[in-house]
């Protein structure tokens, strides 16, 4: 099947060999190319609604794979058992939806999972900030360019994993801190305020796309800026306070190119 750039965009962070539950699976198309790609071994299909995931279950019977997907109808990670999948997808969403979701999950069960891969479609500093607090770091990230609409793709760990428990694929960063290659998870991962919504890995790499990004970003922010100038009234002089933060981050996030 020929699937849409941001579904083949998580499909190329999934490390081989691992076992996935895809949360908000919906036609269940990318636990179904991850199976059959031999990407994964098995995975979980989960959905809350059960329109969407009847979809999906024929299309895993479709596919002849009934016997390695499971089909779970369950609100977020509530269906999944600990140990039943080491790498949790979180797409298709909105960040404040994915925050909830993780913050809701039992900690035995997120606990027991190595990999988050996470792609909101909005409220980035939402889910960073949440992740953070919950004792997760990204140690990859990408911008995804999809039908004219950005999507951002974080790939993140326990920020309590060692090198035995985390494999290092090549192309991913690692930090170490004595003989462990995270920070402990009293420790943020973000240093500064921008970094929340802009991330700390890729405003410092040569990414067109993100690049891309932040100048539609910083034009939309500037014109509205504009048109709230003359408003009077307390609600536009917030807005347009908000405006300038959000406009001092994007050029920090700007600067940040050439620095690391």
Known sequence: MELSARLEA???????????????????FLPIELVRRGICRRAVACDVRKGPLERAAEHVRQAGLEDRIRICLADGLEGLSPGEADTVVLAGMGGELMATLLEKAAPELLG?????????????ERLRRAADALGWEPFKEQMVLDRGKYYWLMVCRRKDSSPSEEAILPGEETRKTGDKCCVSEE?????????????????????SVFEEYLEKQRRTAEDLLHQLMDIPG????LRRARLQ????HMEQAKAAKGRS
């Not at 998580?10 to 269940?28: N, R, S, Y």
């Not at 420790?187 to 802009?198: L, T």
């Not at 307390?234 to 002089?237: F, L, Q, Y």
């Open 187 to 207: 420790q943020p991962f973000y240093e500064e305020a921008w970094q929340y919504k802009y991330g700390k890995l890729l405003p410092f790499r040569e990414d």
């Open 234 to 237: 307390e609600a536009a002089a």
């Open 245 to 248: 933060i959000d406009l001092e």
């Open 10 to 28: 998580l499909i190329g962070v999934a490390e081989p060999g691992c076992t996935v539950a895809d949360i908000g699976t919906d036609h269940g």
């Open 112 to 124: 027991s999972i190595r990999r988050l891969i996470l792609q909101p479609q909005s409220e980035f």
